[in-house]
């Protein structure tokens, strides 16, 4: 089974200029996250959909950031401008009940490490 | 808040046993998971508490003492390939919301 594929796995660009990263979830998870991850740190929660609905995007910084999932399946996840600030690894994240946990478990992609110059 | 604290660095040796803390403020969280990361690849899963207890798979084992808002996961027969990052996270609310941890690097030497 293919897992949850991100792309572009590195990204280095400009302050102020856009960016947007990809994400494809496993096959029949409804559930899509966007994590934030920087140095040392645990991943944070940007962004919950459930199909295409955004269930949670109360940590979204929504003046800069933007995502969607239009069809349910696949997601983008785009800043801009981008800010020095905003240096850190993209994690995309799909879940289901699994059977092996029996609650709903998050598998993560690779993440798109950012840096913003 | 919600804040959940673990050792930031701990090391440890080939074939020994080495066990991870995880600390987390009792009300709100109703499970708690680890992931394991190696260095810049994603957060495994490795495994989820929500009773309290102690749950065995393989070589790695995860506690959980909810009332004490503690948990622990144990390595046994520690090997080189488990020098990575240990993330504890909590689960909250209704939308199964996952708090993480700062994580811990564990280094295993030879």
């Known amino acids: 089974e293919a897992g949850v594929v991100q792309s572009p796995r590195y990204k280095i660009i400009e302050k102020k200029q856009p960016v947007a990263f990809w994400c494809n979830p496993i096959?029949?998870?409804?559930?899509l996250y966007w994590y934030r991850q920087n140095l040392g740190q645990g991943p944070e929660l940007l962004i919950r959909?459930?199909?295409?609905?955004?269930?949670?995007d109360s940590q979204l910084p929504k003046d800069r950031f933007s995502a969607e999932r239009l069809k349910g399946v696949d997601s983008t996840l785009k800043i801009q401008p981008a800010e020095l600030g905003d240096s850190a690894v993209y994690l995309c994240?799909?879940?289901?009940?699994?059977?092996?946990?029996?609650?709903?478990?998050?598998?993560f992609g690779p993440g798109t490490r950012l840096t913003v110059l | 808040g919600q804040n959940i604290d673990q050792p930031t660095e701990m090391t440890a040796t080939e074939g020994a046993i080495v066990q991870i803390n995880c600390t987390y403020q009792?009300?709100?969280?109703?499970?708690l998971f680890w992931y394991q990361q190696h260095a810049g690849e994603a957060p495994t899963f490795l495994s989820y508490?929500?009773?309290?207890g102690l749950e065995e798979k393989g070589r790695f084992s995860s506690f959980l003492s909810r009332s004490k808002g503690y948990s622990y996961l144990l390595l046994k027969e520690l090997q080189m390939k488990d020098s990575a990052s240990y993330l504890c996270?909590?689960?909250?609310?209704?939308?199964?919301?996952?708090?993480f941890g700062a994580g811990t690097r564990l280094a295993v030497h030879p």
């Open positions: 508490n929500v009773l309290d």
């Open positions: 994240a799909s879940s289901s009940w699994g059977r092996e946990s029996n609650t709903d478990t998050q598998y």
């Open positions: 009792t009300s709100g969280f109703n499970g």
């Open positions: 096959s029949g998870h409804n559930t």
């Open positions: 959909y459930e199909n295409e609905e955004a269930v949670d």
């Open positions: 996270a909590g689960i909250s609310g209704g939308y199964n919301k996952l708090i």
